[in-house]
């Protein structure tokens, strides 16, 4: 299994640009769950703690596409170098307003900033894979990899900020947060050989973006989101209401797990012909996965139904990647990826907040799972119903750009 990895981190400054992307991500998984424990502990809000926190996560996700069109237009190195600073800047801000105890709306507005400048780094390591590799059993391997290492920022995040949080030092989940985010980001950005050419500015107007793909695969991310957001509100409830809320951290590691181990599978299996109908099945398994979560009440059978559901998550990101990389331009691929970021990001603060409100209003948590269920199953049939372009119709791809090994592309 190892092999194809192997190949592909063999590749001359890949592992240094992967790493650097690596720790650079960490914030996504730290920054937001630090806020809330930080600024509840000091104001005894959790009302508050969260506004601070969906103020960081929807600027974040706003501010994705423009850093995106910007990198694509200005090079990684030069616009990264400046998000990372200003990233920087607005958590130490963040931790001032926070350590002072300023009124509203300073520990906003620190937030926001924050959240506006935090580096698309994902998507920058993916682009620079793309650039980098030909072969197309190759590339799988990258994005797969990617994949993997996107759980285990989530699965690593989490514990860390907690356990900076309430055992090193109340400020020191945000501090190592933000230190990962502006130190990882300015390694990568100092790494210009494996960098993606910059669009020449003076060679007419910009080559467009598909609709027929980004607003079908916008819509579907958004409904991802919101099965993200309201799995992990749904799992924390279920856990208090049995009387094990110890667990909520473990069950939910579970269902990263197998979202991992499925990453790590598909990395080495050949890149389907149809990536659409990858897209669409381990969609619909993901969806398909809560039904039985509903009714099912031994937290044994949740934790096993999670995993098996979690093992869909990986496929259905990479096989969103491939899409968005085969059908747009190379010139606007940060861009276009960075629009499947921000449905993501939309999604889950809604989803947290309507699996809370059905928590409340039913008759158990278990119930809490007909709104991933029903989100997943709107996503699935938007992937379905939609008529997603083929490569050979996108704009500015010429069909050579995959290489001999890859001549059967344009079917897909």
Do not use: C
């Amino acid at each position: 299994m190892a092999s194809p990895y192997r190949v592909v981190l063999s590749r001359p400054g890949a592992l240094a640009f992967s790493s650097a992307g690596l720790v650079s991500r960490l914030p996504l998984s730290m920054l937001g769950l630090s806020i809330v424990i930080v600024v509840a502990a000091r104001t005894d809000s959790y009302a508050f703690a969260g506004t601070v926190s969906a103020a960081y996560v929807l600027a974040a996700a706003a501010a994705a596409p423009l850093q995106g069109r910007l990198i694509d237009t200005w090079g990684q190195s030069r616009v990264l170098a400046i998000w990372a600073l200003a990233f920087g800047t607005g958590v130490a801000l963040l931790v001032t307003a926070v350590a002072t105890d300023s009124p509203t709306p300073l520990p906003h507005l620190a937030a926001v900033l924050a959240g506006a400048a935090t580096p698309q780094t994902g998507n920058m390591v993916r682009a620079r894979w793309s650039h980098l590799l030909e072969d197309r059993g190759d590339l799988n391997a990258a994005f797969a990899l990617e994949a993997v290492l996107d759980e285990v920022v989530f699965i690593v995040g989490p514990v860390l900020a907690t356990w900076l949080t309430l055992e090193v030092h109340e400020f020191a989940g945000l501090a190592a947060a933000g230190t990962a985010g502006t130190l990882g980001s300015l390694v990568l950005a100092v790494q210009r050989a494996t960098e993606p050419p910059v669009r020449h500015r003076d060679t007419g107007p910009r080559e467009p973006l598909d609709v027929r793909l980004l607003v079908p695969i916008v819509a579907a991310s958004i409904g991802i989101g919101i099965v993200f957001g309201a799995a992990e509100v749904i799992v924390v409830a279920l856990t208090e209401e049995r009387g094990q809320p110890g667990l909520a951290g473990v069950m939910l590691a579970i269902w990263a797990a197998g979202s991992l181990g499925a990453g790590l599978v598909v990395g080495v299996l050949p890149t389907p012909d149809d990536v659409v109908k990858r897209l669409r099945v381990s969609l619909a398994a993901l969806t398909l996965s809560f039904a039985p979560l509903v009714v099912v009440t031994p937290l044994i059978w949740v934790a096993l139904a999670l995993f098996v559901g979690g093992a869909a998550i990986s496929p259905t990101l990479v096989a969103a990647v491939h899409l968005v990389r085969q059908n747009v331009p190379e010139s606007r691929l940060t861009e276009a990826l960075s629009w499947t970021t921000l449905g993501l990001s939309v999604g889950v603060a809604p989803g947290a907040a309507v699996a809370g409100w059905v928590v409340d209003h039913a008759w158990s948590a278990s119930a809490g799972f007909l709104v991933p269920l029903v989100a997943g199953t709107v996503a699935t049939l938007i992937a379905v119903l939609a008529r997603l372009p083929r490569p050979a119709e996108a704009p500015g791809r010429p069909s050579s750009r995959t290489g001999p090994s890859s001549t059967d592309s344009s079917r897909h």
